[in-house]
């Protein structure tokens, strides 16, 4: 599995339910990974996406406690088990594990790689992921350093130890 994600300078994913940051290089890149893949995220990522509908072209796998909770163009889990259930149906490397914080921490033991857009900036933030080199991930490639208006920004790719 990988996990994809924009963080700031501490590890910052969000405030309010919303990204910190929308960079339309970051949002391609996105798109390029994923398309034809498998995304997993929680149901408030799910509601934070454009519509609040599932992304096309991809398999959507929703992570929520609500049972009842149905949406059109997903699949609901309800547990781990039955995401991890749902998910060994699927290439471990065509996994995508989306956001949020919580769904990133119940699910970073099973990645072994992260597609990570860190961008040079301290953001006034709710959310976090972990910070992968506090962890011991490594880098094992990283773009140059890129703008977008005044944000400055990489692309960088880890692996787990």
Partial sequence: MQLIAAVDRHWAIGK?????????????????????????????????????????????????????????????VHSMEEALAELSKYRDEDIFIIGGQTIYEQFLPFCQEAHITFIDYEYNADTYMVNLEQEGWKVTDCSDEQTYFDLCYEFRRYVRP
């Fill in 16 to 76: 309010n339910g919303q990204m910190l940051a929308v960079i339309p290089a970051d949002q391609k890149l996105f798109r390029q990974e994923t398309i034809g893949k498998v995304v997993v995220m929680g149901r408030k990522t799910l509601e934070a996406l454009p519509g609040g509908r599932p992304l096309e072209s991809r398999t959507n796998i929703v992570l929520t406690k609500d049972p009842a909770f149905e949406i059109k163009g997903a699949v609901a």
